[in-house]
């Protein structure tokens, strides 16, 4: 059953060869803008990916030895991968991704899309049917949902007069005016009303950091942070405005003795993984004074790895990020840490889970995380201006301090709950089911396994898949440009 408006060729934006992505979780995104067709020749461009592939790719001595270069670019790039198959090989490429057109992705890395500023998860509405419905999760404040007053745990039945169905619900992603049905929850049952609200979705900037509370429960003071992407500062920005109102909320944590913390990253997709150091430095403890303590260590393929030790700018440095000493980190404070994750919780923000494991406690609450390790090049061809395919090949994998990074399928939840759609409550709130989950836990109320009730419905797509994270780590110069060369 199949929702989505396109496969993985849509019209999404590149970033320039000489940029390292961490993307997140691939979930079939739907069209966003698209903007102009390539003129080259499929037999240009499969050439073109085969050679990109050929040095970048993490799998790249998997690669065919003769590949039909005649197909289509789309299915030539799908027919050179080593391929994910969940019996035969767990440990293959789900994640590679080639897109046609290359107009918008640098800025929804970077937190700015066009949207209506609501977020939604579509839902069958009842077993069996093919009737949809669509349930909100958040809203961006100071969105054109926000002025129309959506919330979460809205729940919609039409677009523009029609009904949503798993023929039609991709109408939902629509970019222009649109006219939403609302129905109520009521005793668990769903009835359609007459009210409807009308959003127009306009280019805006989401600031990733969207919650920060601190809860005093006892003699538990517990800080919370909801952060959906890991940006460091809006498009276009050279300043890192997001890392440092992020460094100002563990300024208020720190001042405010918190000795609990709980991450939100249940959509966080992933981001700069820069970024995401930043936050697990104000985290980490016991680190007491040591220089150079690995967060990640990424791996390459042979060829890459060669040249980035003889990069002058490379050298075995690059493969490190390193945890920083900021003034702000809350530590000390802690004995240790939760997540609340998701299946869209992937990426940077397992990078948070995996790189904090080796030097505290870190329970997660939810449901399995995406289980990506890996992360990407984002390429493009600057060689020719009539190629506008990109593309995203698995480029690496990531490990901890301890060498750690066999989660491919996902960080199994501490404590599993699942968020109940009709009765969501507001995000921070300590009601919402999987913050709640954590808080039981803080409390000893539990010591784990599954909280709540099993969610019945059948999720069959999401505003979210849209949302592609990533992260920007500059490539050392001798790499750039043998990239720009193939």
Not at 94 to 107: G, H, M, N, P, V
Not at 163 to 185: C, D, K, Q, R, W
Request: some cysteine; overall charge neutral.
């Amino acid at each position: 059953m199949n929702i989505s408006t396109k496969p993985l060729r849509t019209a999404v934006a590149l970033f320039a060869v000489g940029t390292l992505l961490l993307t997140g979780c691939k979930k079939d995104p739907v069209e966003i803008n698209p903007t102009g067709t390539t003129t080259a020749s499929n037999g240009y461009v499969d050439n073109w990916i085969l050679a990109n592939m050929r040095y970048a790719y993490y799998w790249a001595d998997k690669i065919p030895a003769r590949p039909d270069t005649t197909l289509a670019p789309d299915d030539f790039f799908d027919s050179i991968l080593y391929k994910y198959n969940a019996t035969t090989n767990p440990k293959g490429d789900r994640f590679s991704w080639i897109q046609e057109s290359s107009a918008d992705l640098t800025a929804l890395l970077n937190g700015q899309t066009t949207t209506s500023g609501m977020e939604f998860d579509l839902l069958l509405r009842t077993q069996g049917s093919t009737d949809v419905v669509g349930v909100v999760i958040y809203v961006l404040p100071g969105s054109p949902a926000d002025k129309a007053g959506f919330k979460r745990n809205d729940v919609f039945y039409s677009v523009n007069g029609t009904a949503l169905n798993t023929t039609n619900a991709g109408i939902a992603y629509g970019s222009g005016t649109l006219t939403f049905g609302l129905a109520t929850v009521q005793n668990g049952a769903l009835t359609n009303t007459t009210t409807t609200r009308v959003v127009t979705p306009v280019v805006f900037q989401e600031n990733p950091v969207f919650k920060d509370s601190v809860y005093v429960i006892g003699d538990r003071k517990i800080g919370y942070l909801m952060y959906n992407q890991f940006v460091p500062g809006p498009n276009g920005s050279t300043t890192r405005t997001y890392d440092n109102q992020v460094n100002t909320v563990f300024g208020k944590f720190k001042t405010q003795g918190v000795n609990e913390l709980v991450l939100d990253l249940r959509y966080n997709g992933g981001g700069d993984v820069q970024s995401s150091t930043n936050l697990a430095s104000l985290i980490v403890k016991g680190l007491n004074g040591q220089a150079r303590v690995p967060f990640v260590r990424k791996e390459f393929n042979p060829q890459l790895t060669t040249d980035i030790l003889n990069d002058p700018q490379g050298g075995n440095d690059f493969f490190y990020n390193y945890f920083s000493s900021p003034a702000n980190n809350i530590g000390g404070q802690l004995s240790r840490l939760y997540v609340l994750t998701t299946d869209r919780t992937a990426s940077a923000s397992e990078l948070i889970i995996n790189g904090l494991r080796p030097f505290m406690t870190v329970n997660t609450v939810g449901s399995t995380s995406a289980g990506k390790n890996v992360g990407s090049f984002t390429i493009t061809d600057d060689n020719n201006a009539s190629n506008l395919w990109g593309m995203q090949p698995i480029a690496f994998r990531s490990y901890n301090k301890n060498n750690e990074s066999d989660y491919w399928t996902g960080f199994t939840p501490t404590v599993t709950v699942d968020e109940p759609y009709g009765a969501l409550y507001p995000l921070g709130d300590t009601r919402d089911a999987l913050l709640a989950g954590a808080i039981s836990h803080i409390r000893g109320l539990t010591t784990g396994g599954r909280v709540g009730r099993v969610n019945q419905q059948t999720v069959v797509g999401s505003s979210l898949s849209r949302k592609q994270g990533g992260s920007v780590i500059k490539l050392p110069q001798t790499v750039s440009q043998k990239l720009l060369n193939q």
